[in-house]
């Protein structure tokens, strides 16, 4: 064989680096998510002093803690219409402005009837903030960094729970009537910097086009792209999926028929998700609704906001001992968070996914049995069981934050089409915040009745089930455009999306070989 005849080594093509102009949306979005986060776990010192202020009973504690979950659903379900009537840039403003105004009137609270207004009131902001921040993101970043900048919206709930954590620990010792006013009161000081922070930000390049306003998307999409070829693929994609011929401009009759036809299709996208989906759709809708049931029915909220409770159980009896132990659960989580952050991109979703679910399960067995064994041992030979069941609560916390937590918002994102992406967005978050409003109202109850050990012998189970669901049901999407995704999950002859997936398969796949 001649020399001439030996291949060439060539080095793999370098990833491209972050877009520090779609990083600084995603971060600016994401920041919504830390109202969240702050709430979950500031509930959980407040309710301690609340219930000795307030002079109220465990039910009402449970209620009132997860409550918020429940009018949570309202607002997410509002943000879909609203992030397409008003943009979703100007929907995050009103996430912070409604949060802003519960935060104040839950640290003003001079009854239980009032704190329970002021989670309605909060709730709805949630909801808004919890639908509107991972979509956005989506919208925003290019395929190649697609998943790090989507995870932001949980890497910032996290963060916000481990300031609630620190905010109640700080406060624990004032008197008992100002310290949980003072942990509620603090809540309201984000809202106010995001709510302008955000207008810094540029709308959604896909709802621009779904306005008709093409120019403007291309503007944002040159900047928030790692090249110009990459701006106009996208944009191309993003018209076809809309409905939009590829030479439309502003200038063009067809924008002003897309613009006046939009308060009609929004009829049509709640029919086609709920009452007439394709097959592919209905695929979609099993693959992110149940990832979204999973994630809440396997407890991790409950983890959060009644930590002190399972730390009390697992031997630390001193209310500021507790406390401050619970401040790890928030370390735990936004220390191993950045972990799936780090790897969606390079390991993908499902690898990710499976590997949390197994962890998951793992350790809520493990702790559910060392609780178990706690409660037959005299308390002087209980140590080691508690520190076994202490380990094993932030080992589920941490295989929760690296894998779970984040990508499911990531994969609910990315995987349905242009058209119906916010609505079908606003039904998993609802689904989500539903089911961990079901988890921690109940769970109090649930304890008293089969003892925490059971408690989390049932979590155990369910995430056990959602291992096998999250193996079969969820293909990988990591490298595909977001028009691209609607492919993996089957053909169907009456979704014009899947039709023009596979056309863009192809330019995709070599624009991603290419980097």
């Given at each position: 064989m001649s020399k001439d005849a030996v291949p060439v080594a060539?080095?793999?093509?370098?990833?491209?680096?972050?877009?520090?102009?779609?990083?600084?949306?995603?971060?600016?979005?994401?920041?919504?998510?830390?109202?969240?986060?702050?709430?979950?776990?500031?509930?959980?010192?407040?309710?301690?002093?609340?219930k000795e202020d307030l002079k109220i009973t465990d039910t009402q504690i449970e209620i009132l803690a997860g409550v918020i979950n429940i009018y949570s659903l309202f607002g997410s379900l509002a943000a879909g219409l609203t992030s397409d009537w008003l943009g979703r840039r100007y929907t995050m403003v009103l996430a912070a402005a409604i949060f802003f105004t519960g935060a104040l009137l839950m640290g003003l609270a001079p009854s239980?009837?009032?704190?329970?207004?002021?989670?309605?009131?909060?709730?709805?902001?949630?909801?808004?903030?919890?639908?509107?921040?991972?979509?956005?993101?989506?919208?925003?970043a290019p395929t190649s960094a697609r998943g790090f900048l989507t995870s932001f919206p949980e890497v910032f709930n996290n963060s916000g729970i481990l300031l609630g954590y620190v905010s109640n620990f700080a406060f624990a010792r004032l008197p008992v009537h100002l310290s949980w006013r003072a942990m509620f009161l603090v809540g309201a000081v984000p809202p106010i910097f995001l709510g302008v922070a955000v207008l810094a930000m540029p709308e959604?390049?896909?709802?621009?086009?779904?306005?008709?306003?093409?120019?403007?998307?291309?503007?944002?999409?040159?900047?928030?792209?790692?090249?110009?070829?990459?701006?106009?693929?996208?944009?191309?994609?993003?018209?076809?999926?809309?409905?939009?011929?590829?030479?439309?401009?502003?200038?063009?009759?067809?924008?002003?028929?897309?613009?006046?036809?939009?308060?009609?299709?929004?009829?049509?996208?709640?029919?086609?998700?709920?009452?007439?989906?394709?097959?592919?759709?209905?695929?979609?809708?099993?693959?992110?609704?149940?990832l979204m049931f999973i994630q809440q029915a396997t407890g991790v909220d409950c983890v959060v906001m009644y930590s002190p409770r399972v730390f009390e159980r697992a031997g630390i009896k001193s209310k500021t001992n507790s406390l401050g132990a619970s401040m790890a659960v928030g370390v735990c989580k936004t220390f191993f968070?950045?972990?799936?952050?780090?790897?969606?991109?390079?390991?993908?979703?499902?690898?990710?996914?499976?590997?949390?679910g197994g962890g998951m399960a793992i350790f809520l067995f493990t702790l559910a049995t060392s609780l178990l064994m706690m409660d037959r041992r005299p308390?002087?030979?209980?140590?080691?069981?508690?520190?076994?069941?202490?380990?094993?609560?932030?080992?589920?916390?941490?295989?929760?934050?690296?894998?779970?937590?984040?990508?499911?918002?990531?994969?609910?994102?990315?995987?349905?089409?242009?058209?119906?992406?916010?609505?079908?967005a606003a039904i998993g978050t609802g689904l989500n915040r539903?089911?961990?409003?079901?988890?921690?109202m109940s769970f109090l109850s649930l304890s008293n009745t089969i003892s925490i050990a059971g408690s989390f012998y049932l979590y155990a189970c369910i995430a056990a089930a959602g291992w096998v669901f999250m193996y079969f049901f969820l293909p990988e999407t990591k490298g595909q455009s977001l028009e691209d995704t609607v492919k993996l999950f089957g053909k169907d002859t009456d979704d014009d999306d899947v039709d023009t997936g596979r056309h863009e398969h192809n330019k995709s796949t070599q624009l991603s070989a290419q980097h």
């Open positions: 060539v080095a793999p093509a370098k990833r491209p680096p972050i877009n520090k102009y779609a990083f600084g949306c995603a971060l600016l979005a994401s920041m919504n998510s830390v109202l969240l986060g702050y709430d979950i776990s500031v509930m959980s010192g407040a309710q301690i002093f609340m239980y009837a009032f704190l329970m207004a002021g989670r309605f009131v909060a709730g709805i902001g949630v909801g808004y903030a919890l639908m509107i921040a991972p979509v956005y993101t989506a919208e925003v959604s390049p896909r709802w621009l086009v779904m306005r008709g306003r093409i120019d403007d998307a291309r503007r944002v999409l040159q900047k928030t792209s790692d090249s110009p070829d990459e701006a106009e693929e996208r944009l191309l994609d993003i018209k076809k999926a809309v409905g939009i011929p590829e030479d439309v401009s502003d200038a063009d009759d067809l924008v002003a028929i897309v613009r006046a036809n939009k308060a009609s299709q929004g009829q049509g996208v709640w029919k086609e998700l709920l009452l007439n989906p394709t097959r592919p759709v209905r695929r979609m809708l099993v693959a992110g609704l149940g968070i950045p972990i799936a952050t780090l790897l969606l991109d390079r390991v993908g979703r499902r690898p990710l996914l499976l590997a949390s308390e002087g030979e209980a140590k080691a069981l508690g520190a076994v069941s202490i380990a094993a609560m932030l080992s589920f916390v941490a295989s929760f934050a690296s894998g779970l937590g984040p990508v499911a918002w990531v994969y609910c994102s990315e995987i349905y089409p242009v058209r119906l992406r916010a609505q079908a539903m089911m961990s409003g079901a988890t921690t």
